[in-house]
């Protein structure tokens, strides 16, 4: 393999239930072999895409001190401001060389969720800056739509009822992750310094770049694969969580950021399914000897996300 499959997502949205069962097909495949690919015709706006790259742009040129002001430090929901080098994705390659901000599904104080403190159900913390919070509700609604169209998709590759992940995901756990990585020299010692390597947590991972290199994808032989920029394209990729779901029929593949020689910016979208979600391989696959135990969603989130932080540690 030299680069990874593009997919069109227009099948998917069809009315034809031929034309969903031959994209579904082709998504199943790149989900196998690499848990990787492009996805293109997705009915994202550029203009949408524009807009919440310039709103990350203004946060993070934000002064630090704002920024702190808002740290994920502050909350038991992952929400909020993570400092340069706070996070460790791959703990035995040092701190990462990246600051993001991640924004969850929009719920108020008065929620019966947050008064009641379920994980992952906590309120947005929010900049003050005109307009930022509208555009990054929009941007996130429009890539849960996506994801959901996906998992449909899913469905019927794995030979399920295509409603089967719609209870799942009715009021998923997701997360709007901003990104930026300073302009580094550090590429050549600390090939993984960007982002440690790494396997994405979740069901599925929407990942939209600007043009700077840096993403790369270990394949099964063992070679590092460039992710390049493709206009209006988003990098998707099989999460942790539905490849034990799928008792490892989809394969979440190790990836990470190198440094790169300019600054660079991503938005990242995690579509995970609601916190009280058992998440059971013998669901997906009854007739196979299940490879993992039931776990409930918000439990397995917790464990993987205390080994991430420093300040859970």
Known sequence: MTQL?????????????????????????????????????????????????????????????????????????????????????????????????????????????????????????????????????????????????????????????????????????????????PASADSSQRPDGGAGTHTDYGNVTLLATDEVAGLEVLTRQGQWLSAPYIPGAFVFNIGDCLMRWSNDTYLSTPHRVRPPEQERYAIAFFLEVNPDTVVDPLDIQPDQEPLYPPIRFADYLTQRLNATYDHRQ
């Open 5 to 181: 499959p593009i997919i069109s997502l227009a099948g998917l949205l069809s009315d034809d239930p031929s034309h969903r069962r031959a994209t579904a097909a082709t998504l199943g495949k790149a989900c196998r072999e690499v848990g990787f690919f492009y996805l293109t015709d997705h009915g994202m706006s550029s203009t949408l895409r524009e807009a919440a790259f310039a709103a990350s742009h203004r946060f993070f040129d934000l002064p630090l001190a704002d920024k702190q002001r808002l740290s994920i430090k502050q909350s038991p929901h992952n929400r909020g401001y993570v400092a340069m080098a706070d996070e460790r994705l791959n703990p035995e390659a040092g701190s990462d060389l990246k600051e993001a901000f991640n924004l969850g599904g929009d719920l108020d104080a008065s929620h019966p969720d947050v008064i009641a403190n379920k994980p992952f159900r906590g309120v947005n913390f929010w900049p003050e800056l005109e307009g930022w919070r509208a555009t990054m509700l929009d941007y996130f609604s429009s890539c849960l739509s996506i994801g959901r169209a996906l998992h449909r998709g899913f469905s019927l590759d794995l030979g399920m009822d295509e409603t089967f992940f719609e209870q799942p995901l009715a009021d998923p756990v997701a997360t709007l992750r901003l990104l930026h990585y």
